[in-house]
C-alpha cells in the first residue's frame, strides 16, 4: 500500500549561542557553538498546496531572526500581513469557530511551532492566544492562533544570549 507523504513540516528551533557579533539575521542552521534550546516538528495531515505556499513563507521570515537579551519576539511584526499582495495564498483559515477560506491560512502552523519550542526554552511567553478549534498538528491546548494587527505572538528572550529562531517548511 502507498503511504501519503506528510505535509509540509515546520521547525522552528531558539538556540543560546555565545555572545557574538550581531548579525541581522544568522546563519542557515545553528552554528556549532550554538545549543538547541527549544524545537518542535509541526506536521499537518493537509496536502493543500496553497496552505504549504503560506507555511514556507511564514517560516522563510523567521528564520534566522536575533532576539536580543530582554528582547521581545513579535509574530507579527516579523512575518507582517498574510496578504494576497504579499504572496500568501487562500487556504482554510479559522474564523468565528468555523473553517473558512483566507489569505495566509496555514500560518498558525508556524506560530504554534515556535510557541511550543518556545515553551520548551522557558522562554517567556507575554502573548499568546489558542485556536477556537483543535488543531491537527499541535497537543491539543498548546497552538498559537495569529491574526495580523489584532493577535499576536510574542515571547521574551529571559537569557542572557542572544537567541536565534530556526525554521524551515
Same mark, same amino acid.
Given at each position: ?12 528551533? $531558539? ?75 487562500? $487556504? ?7 473553517? $473558512? ?36 498538528? $499541535? ?31
Amino acid at each position: 500500500a502507498a503511504q501519503k507523504e506528510p505535509a509540509p513540516v515546520d521547525e522552528p528551533a $531558539a538556540s543560546n549561542p555565545a555572545p557574538a557579533p550581531e548579525p541581522e539575521k544568522a546563519e542557515e542552521e545553528p552554528a556549532p557553538e550554538q545549543q538547541i534550546i527549544g524545537q518542535y516538528q509541526a506536521i499537518s495531515q493537509s496536502e493543500d498546496a496553497a496552505r504549504a505556499q503560506n507555511i514556507r513563507l511564514a517560516a522563510d521570515a523567521i528564520d534566522g531572526v536575533v532576539i536580543e537579551p530582554g528582547g521581545v519576539f513579535s509574530f507579527n511584526e516579523v512575518v507582517g500581513d498574510s496578504s494576497a499582495e504579499r504572496g500568501y495564498q487562500e $487556504a482554510p483559515v479559522i474564523r468565528n469557530g468555523k473553517v $473558512a477560506v483566507g489569505d495566509g491560512g496555514g500560518i498558525c502552523q508556524v506560530s504554534t511551532a515556535l510557541y511550543i519550542a518556545a515553551v520548551k526554552a522557558d522562554l517567556d511567553i507575554v502573548e499568546r492566544h489558542p485556536h477556537s478549534v483543535v488543531s491537527d498538528y $499541535a497537543p491539543i491546548g498548546l497552538d498559537a492562533t495569529i491574526v495580523y494587527g489584532q493577535i499576536d505572538l510574542r515571547i521574551r528572550n529571559n537569557t542572557e544570549h542572544d537567541i536565534t529562531i530556526y525554521a524551515k517548511a
